[in-house]
């Protein structure tokens, strides 16, 4: 049976999102909390005021938004190449720099092997992701394979036996 790419492949991780939400929910509930138990007071040392408290509660928004932001990786490919978003740095790739799609056992992520033998993490396909890391991965193998399929081949060495 022959595999036909799917024409664009999208991939986020899931899992890491959904904890980092979690996280950032908590972060938001603790700060809160504290807020809330800044009474306005004086004691000998400061004196706590409403502005505290939403200050209090304002950084608690920043944190969440902090961790919120370690989970935008992001993975988008076609036919003409891909697109990764990791953390903070961004690659855009045509499938004939790529050499390979890797995702090793013991790996937490998947990769990118390129031609320059450079290797490129793909965070957004995590293998606590399961099946949802599988089906991206064999995704992305059949678009780099249906690339590379139109690739002229290369003349045969001279003492290629």
Partial sequence: MTRTPD????AVPRRLRLLLALL???VVAVMVFVAAGLKETTN????YRTSDQVAMVGLGLVLAA???FLGRSRVDA???????RNVVVRHEL????VRAVRFERKSP?????LENDDEISLLAVQAVDKEHAVRAVESLR???????AKDPVPPPLLYDD
């Avoid at 024409?7 to 999208?10: G, L, N, Q, T």
């Avoid at 076609?78 to 697109?83: C, E, I, K, S, Y």
């Fill in 7 to 10: 024409a664009r492949v999208s």
């Fill in 24 to 26: 950032g929910a908590v």
């Fill in 44 to 47: 000998t040392v400061v004196t």
């Fill in 66 to 68: 902090g961790i919120l």
């Fill in 78 to 84: 076609d036919a003409d190449g891909v697109r990764v």
């Fill in 94 to 97: 045509p499938w004939q720099a």
């Fill in 109 to 113: 992520w998947a990769s990118l092997l």
């Fill in 142 to 148: 059949a678009l780099h394979a249906a690339a590379r």
